[in-house]
């Protein structure tokens, strides 16, 4: 069950989030994905008060498998980024991550988003690979490159939003 997180419940529930979040890290806490960094970066993300933010949680009988969390960094424009996706070591290579990007994917539609950057390192080549199947694309630029203030050390990935015929 995907489960949706604004701002408010993040905040109302944080100790019941972060508890449940350190237990996606337990016996895999390296340099890509670590839990005090994604605590550090929740707590920025929903401590923004003109842009939208949500976290999506993958969770099985009461176990975090995948999660991923997404800001609106530019709410002129309705640009948006995509953060740490990170899905149980045990658990990797079944889907998770795809399907918790998609759904994210969606909401960020509802929100009449642009565009969503995402910013991966050189090295880590299944987000590269899963990025590109899901329509993101490199733009020859690291991510600080494509949205200001992100991580210089990434690469920028951005997928496009497309609209239905019948928008404007």
Not at 11 to 38: S, V, W
Not at 124 to 129: A, L, P
């Amino acid at each position: 069950m995907i489960k949706f997180i604004n701002n408010e419940e993040y905040i109302k529930n944080k100790l019941e989030i972060q508890k449940l979040i350190a237990g996606i890290f337990k016996n895999d806490n390296d340099k890509i994905a670590n839990l005090e960094e994604t605590m550090e970066h929740l707590d920025f993300i929903f401590a923004q008060k003109n842009n939208e933010a949500f976290l999506l949680l993958n969770i099985e009988d009461d176990e975090l498998i995948c999660m991923v969390n997404f800001l609106e960094y530019n709410n002129i424009f309705k640009d948006w980024s995509l953060f740490s996706v990170f899905t149980k070591k045990d658990k990797r290579r079944n889907g998770y991550a795809s399907e918790i990007i998609k759904e994210g994917i969606k909401i960020i539609k509802q929100f009449n988003g642009n565009k969503i950057v995402s910013g991966i390192e050189d090295d880590n080549v299944s987000s590269k690979k899963l990025h590109e199947e899901l329509g993101f694309v490199y733009e020859g630029k690291n991510w600080n490159e494509i949205a200001e203030g992100f991580p210089k050390n990434h690469l920028g990935y951005v997928y496009y939003i497309k609209k239905d015929n019948h928008e404007k």
